[in-house]
């Protein structure tokens, strides 16, 4: 049996470290009217993770459930909040993964699937745009081989 889960990943493009954006995260989280509190007073909880470079950050939340619209709201109200784009994923059975582009307005921009999306949604999934998707791509890397990464059958989500 594979992993179902749900995440937003925030594109950090302040290139704050870790604890810059810890501290920018719950400064704009007060200006939106949230208070910071213990665990077992919150009614809502985040659980933030970090790449290496701090270029990207995930964020989850028990709230989540796979694919549910309270993930997805957060997503385009974070982006907004932040001013950053922000990656709604849902992986569905390490199957297939679904992600959705939300711009720094918290509109949704873009989205496509990786992996063996047809076993779920059948023929005719979205293509991404290179336009939306480009600046996301490594300067190693082409748009060719993102393309033909989300379009393979034999990715692991």
Known sequence: MGNFFTSTQ???NEKLNREEFIEYFCRKMAEE??????????????????ADNCKWVTITSEAYEQGNEVSKKDTGRIAKML???????V????DCA??????????????FTIGRADDYFGDGNPQPSEKVWKPFISKESSWEQFTQVCGSDEVFA
Do not use: H, Q, W
């Open 33 to 50: 009217g949230y208070v910071t509190c213990d665990s077992d007073e919150s009614e809502l909880s985040y659980i933030l993770r970090f």
């Open 83 to 89: 001013g950053a784009p922000c990656v709604n994923t």
């Open 91 to 94: 992986v569905i059975d390490s």
């Open 98 to 111: 679904i992600l959705e582009l939300y711009d720094k307005n918290g509109k949704k921009a873009d989205m």
């Open 10 to 12: 925030i594109y950090n």
